[in-house]
């Protein structure tokens, strides 16, 4: 015992960056790809797929929740106590619309209000509700995103930044984290990007999102991004890494990799960001360690983790990407070898 406890000890040493970093996997497809007849096999063995991903040392679940289905709250209350059980933490990721929200799409719900006093009250009241609904669930969330990939705002047109300016965007992103404060002090609120790696998208929103009376620095805990490698050349990993250490340099706030991937196929035309890299479950592995290399850089020890966007999404592979498939299982269900991203 004396002598593993010691291997160990130095194991966790060596990587004392890595031990306390966030290994994530977005599963949010996981229970709607079951109810389709989907099921994932590691080494021959038919599991759940969460408890391979545990198994392979990713401990962090990202849930996405829509305002209507098929990523309604009650399908994510279900999907978080499993991972909870997998022994997963639990970062949900609210569209606050009732479908894809993304840097071009921040539609507001139906059924919520059209102006900005009614919509501040209805964020907070929502985000309130669900925040208490995982909590007395017994599945807390431990890292809440208050929307996704919000460059221009979110709630269009009204938080829409490139229409109304910040002030929108800024005082509802404030009502959301105030109800997030309110209803689970514990929970980790994050904003989130996409294009990390872009220092001028990054230093536009950042500069001009903290406003006094609205949103304020002390209000967010991490700043999450999206870094994918085939949305433009310019996403590399040293682009990435002097972005970063300029908005910690600015914020001092802890680093999120909310969402990335790496193909293992991808047609010739698409041109990816780091060619080094091989197309294969070597290339994802080095991609993603290339990443944490890059987080490990960062002053402070801001560098959270990293989560890998809808690995399992068979018969779904090119969403969200440029490429054909950035899956870490093959279209069968099995495990590829880079499951073992981390
Ligand atoms: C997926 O991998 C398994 C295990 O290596 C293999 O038996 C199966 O044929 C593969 N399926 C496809 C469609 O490649």
């Not at 969460?50 to 401990?59: K, Q, T, V």
């Not at 990202?62 to 289905?69: E, L, N, S, V």
Request: charged share 15%.
């Amino acid at each position: 015992m004396g002598f593993l406890h010691l291997l160990y000890a130095t194991f966790a040493f060596i990587n004392g960056s890595l031990a306390h970093s966030l290994n994530g996997a977005d599963i949010s497809s996981l229970p709607l790809l079951e109810s389709q007849g989907i099921s994932y096999s590691d080494g021959g063995i038919t599991k759940p797929f969460e408890i391979i991903l545990a198994e392979h040392g990713f401990n962090l679940a990202r849930i996405r929740i829509w305002t209507a289905g098929p990523y309604t709250q009650s399908y994510a209350l279900a999907l978080a106590k499993r991972a909870q059980t997998a022994g997963m933490k639990i970062l949900v990721d609210l569209h606050y619309s009732d479908t894809w929200a993304d840097p071009g799409h921040q539609a507001i719900p139906a059924y919520w209000p059209t102006d900005l006093s009614g919509l501040n009250t209805q964020i907070y009241t929502y985000t309130r509700d669900l925040a208490s609904a995982f909590s007395s669930q017994g599945t807390p969330i431990d890292y809440i995103q208050v929307g996704n990939e919000i460059n221009d705002g979110l709630l269009w047109p009204i938080g829409q930044i490139s229409v109304n300016g910040f002030q929108g965007a800024s005082e509802l992103l404030h009502s959301a984290i105030s109800a997030v404060r309110k209803a689970s002090p514990a929970t980790k609120t994050v904003v989130h990007i996409a294009n990390g790696w872009d220092a001028s998208d990054v230093n536009f929103f950042f500069s001009g999102i903290f406003i006094p009376g609205a949103l304020s620095e002390n209000d967010v805990d991490i700043f999450g991004f999206s870094f994918y490698p085939f949305y433009g050349t310019g996403a590399t990993l040293s682009a990435l890494s002097s972005s970063l250490k300029g908005v910690i340099s600015t914020y001092d706030k802890d680093i999120l990799v909310a969402e990335t991937d790496w193909p293992f196929s991808c047609s010739s035309s698409v041109a990816l960001s780091e060619p080094s890299i091989p197309l294969s479950a070597a290339g994802q592995q080095t991609w993603v360690r290339d990443i944490e290399d890059v987080l490990a850089g960062l002053s402070n020890g801001h560098g959270l983790g990293i989560v890998y966007w809808e690995p399992g999404w068979i018969g779904n592979a090119a969403l969200g990407s440029s490429c054909s498939d950035a899956l870490l299982v093959n279209s069968s269900g099995s495990t590829r070898s880079s499951i073992n991203l981390f």
